[in-house]
């Protein structure tokens, strides 16, 4: 049994977080470009770079589609490879993002969410991170900056996991985890060093008949990214499911394992229960609003309401059964979208959450509410007001209006 | 670089085991796959090729087969160089932390016209920017092949394809050739060069040099497209042999800045009686058909003033004096 370390205390902005979580993980190539609200991290990486306090080369790339590509070649190569980036950037790499997983490169990416032009608004939101939710990449979301530390260590285990080798997103809200100084608990290096460890590869088959370790070695030539037509691309993607669902008991395997030297784990990786063990009404969000919905549903409780949240942190792959087990007996579900699907009957948590709900014996009733778009503030009385809502609908014994919006000027 | 420059023999080329493998399925008179197969004659160690996206990443790596005796990786067609820039960064951190065990490895980047002129030129002037050691390597066969013969920023003036089509109004593609090497060149890098496969040696050669000097080099190879050019497959090389006589491609390098024509046009640059017309080279082309019919003779003028002007540019940069023939 390993015991909790003792701990640095930091004041951090989730972006200088996320740089030291980097700086401590024995990262052998960052390839970064800079946009908002991500370049804190770029920035103090540099810092970390030209002041020699890491063995990594930076790679300043030209774009965020290099930023990518260059990220899956280096993890290609044998390097463990980190980038981060936001917004349109993001938009920017969704070619090379199914190349990533495509190419089974554990690359690491920390996403600062922020809305997508037009318009043009640098602020947080979920659009840019859930259009790439079919990219075939592990998608986690921090609650604070905490979380964002935490989740990026873990995020680099989670990833080069033989059973898994997939790339790892970290969302983090753009400005209000990004840019705000909090306290972060961060471990000493040689202990964060320890815990990534070295790179493993699986042994694999080379043309040459030989079993190599899976990398581009002139050792062992390899040839990686080929073209597969009919006879062969659909195994490949089959496999990227399997590995989806081998991450599901990995990210809880690491979670407990991290707290095990931290003390700190965020429910069982993939999903957290807030008073959910009685609750009736409950809301399901992604990111920095659990915090303030935690302090909400406090609130509540104190007035007899029986309301719970349920954070979920892990997005792809989607915790089904996590998700299930959590709502079982709630009666009542608000699932919360920074986002929007146009056209498509509400946001994408929620068509994801009502479809795995619809197997579940006993239904709870489930609307939706759109809300913070382009980094519009939400109050924690808005967020009570989404409760009042589950309650009146427990009453009245239906769903009026499916999809709401939070917070929008009438 | 120039001091220890590599020696080889025919025999020294035919006795090295081939890095790029036949059974590749690239049509027949292909000029690229004799450009790559010499190319990877003249690698000098352990070496990683990335590609583009292109008609020789698909007829080299249709899994479960491969081509490739050296470690290969594609990604997408914009990406080579970006590819490229990956590689480097993290063998130069992993022989630093002491996790390969090669003492160096070349790095060469492949892409066809549409990778470099169009799609790939952001990528390419950046990881030049940044200096990363590699070797680029253009493969022109002057269109969008893979997908059918489609007009790129390298397909020259007057060529049809199937999206500048010869018709009644419109005499295939309107605008010029990109200058890429001389692009490239104002990027101030160590070495830029063309190179025709005819002359196999000068190939060689300039591919061995771009590997040796350190930081980016660029080598842009002329590679006939039979398919394309609707051109007979047996006349590959002898039509990469006319477009260095007619001027249309000369043969090049740059090292350091410092400009020189390479012996086969050097010969042309000496005895301009010899520098053929370009009706030499562009006869017997489907895709410059329309050029020899009574409305072509135009046109066909306009080809051989634009490749005259850019040859008397090129010799001035080479600080050679223009000779009348």
């Known amino acids: 049994m390993q015991k909790v370390v003792k701990q640095e205390m930091m004041a951090l902005a989730g972006d200088q977080a996320v740089a030291y979580a980097v700086k401590q993980s024995d990262v052998d190539v960052v390839a970064a470009y800079p946009i908002t609200p991500q370049t804190i991290i770029v920035e103090k990486f540099s810092e970390y770079v030209a002041d020699g306090e890491v063995e990594t080369e930076f790679v300043c790339v030209e774009s965020e589609h290099s930023a990518m590509a260059a990220s899956i070649s280096a993890s290609a190569t ?3 490879a980190f980038t981060a980036t936001a917004s349109a950037g993001l938009a920017l790499m969704h070619e090379m993002l199914f190349v990533a997983s495509g190419c089974r490169a554990p690359v690491v990416m920390a996403v600062a969410n922020r809305a997508l032009s ?7 939101d979920h659009s840019d991170s859930m259009a790439q939710r079919d990219s075939g990449w592990i998608q986690m979301y921090a609650e604070n900056a905490q979380e964002a530390y935490d989740s990026i260590i873990q995020a680099f285990q989670i990833a080069e996991n033989l059973d898994v080798l997939l790339p790892v997103m970290v969302g983090l809200d753009g400005f209000t985890l990004s840019h705000t100084l909090e306290n972060v608990e961060a471990l000493p290096d040689e202990v964060v060093k320890e815990f990534v460890g070295v790179r493993k590869f699986p042994n694999v088959l080379t043309h040459a008949g030989k079993t190599a370790p899976f990398k581009l070695d002139p050792a062992n030539p390899m040839t990686m990214g080929p073209i597969a037509l009919q006879n062969y691309y659909f195994e490949f993607k089959r496999q990227q499911e399997e590995a989806m669902t081998n991450a599901l008991n990995v990210i ?6 991290y707290a095990k030297i931290s003390g700190r784990s965020y429910g069982n990786g993939l999903v957290e229960g ?7 009404v409950a809301a399901i969000c992604l990111g920095s609003t659990a915090g303030t919905m935690k302090t909400v549903v406090d609130d509540l409780r104190q007035d007899g309401v029986k309301a719970g949240l349920l954070k979920l942190r892990t997005f792809r792959p989607l915790p089904v059964e996590a998700i299930r087990s959590a709502l079982e007996n709630v009666k009542a579900v608000a699932v919360m979208d920074k986002c929007m699907s146009f056209g498509g009957n509400g946001g994408p948590v929620f068509h994801e959450v009502r479809h795995l709900l619809y197997d579940v014996a006993s239904r709870p009733y489930v609307v939706n509410y759109i809300y913070g778009l382009g980094g519009r503030d939400t109050s924690p009385s808005e967020l009570r007001s989404i409760y009042e809502n589950l309650q009146s609908i427990l009453q009245a014994g239906r769903v009026e209006t499916p999809i709401q919006y939070l917070g929008l000027r009438d | 670089m120039t001091s220890q420059e590599w020696k080889f023999t025919t025999k020294d080329i035919a006795e090295k085991p081939d890095l790029f493998l036949s059974g590749h399925r690239a049509c027949a008179g292909c000029g690229p796959a004799t450009v790559f197969r010499l190319i990877m004659k003249a690698t000098r160690g352990p070496t990683i090729v990335t590609e583009a996206t292109g008609c020789m990443e698909v007829v080299s790596s249709i899994y479960p087969y491969t081509s490739w005796a050296v470690p290969w990786l594609h990604t997408a067609f914009e990406t080579a160089a970006s590819n490229a820039s ?13 996790r390969i065990s090669q003492e160096h490895v070349d790095v060469i980047a492949f892409a066809g016209d549409g990778g470099t002129y169009d799609i790939g030129i952001q990528a390419l002037s950046g990881a030049v920017e940044r200096g990363h050691d590699f070797l680029f390597v253009l493969y022109d066969n002057e269109a969008y092949m893979n997908t059918g ?17 010869a018709g009644k109004v419109i005499p295939g593609k309107l605008e010029y050739k990109k200058p890429i090497a001389d692009i490239m060149v104002a990027h101030e890098m160590p070495y830029v060069a063309t190179a025709s496969p005819y002359y196999w040696k000068d190939l060689i050669t300039k591919v061995r040099k771009g590997l040796e000097v350190e930081g980016p080099a660029f080598l842009h190879v002329f590679a006939p497209c039979p398919r394309g050019w609707r051109s007979n497959p047996a006349k590959s090389i002898e039509y990469a042999k006319l477009a260095v006589e007619t001027c249309v491609f000369p043969v090049w390098e740059s090292v350091n800045g410092q400009c020189q024509l390479s012996t086969p046009s050097k010969l042309v640059a000496l005895a301009p009686q010899k520098k053929k017309p370009v009706a030499d080279y562009l006869q017997g082309q489907g895709r410059f058909r329309h050029m020899f019919k009574p409305q072509g003779k135009k046109l066909l003028e306009d080809v051989q003033r634009i490749t005259d002007e850019r040859w008397e540019r090129l010799l001035k940069k080479c600080g050679e004096t223009p000779k009348t023939a």
Request: with cysteine.
């Open chain 1, 118 to 124: 037009a318009p043009l608004n640098i602020h947080g």
């Open chain 2, 86 to 98: 990956g590689i480097e960064a993290a063998l130069k951190i992993m022989k630093k932390k002491g």
């Open chain 1, 78 to 80: 044998g390097a463990r």
């Open chain 2, 149 to 165: 013969i489609q007009r790129s920023g390298g397909t020259p003036h007057g060529a049809a394809t199937t999206t500048s089509p």
């Open chain 1, 252 to 257: 809880q395997q690491v979670n407990s394992d």
């Open chain 1, 274 to 280: 807030y008073c959910l063990e009685d609750a009736e």
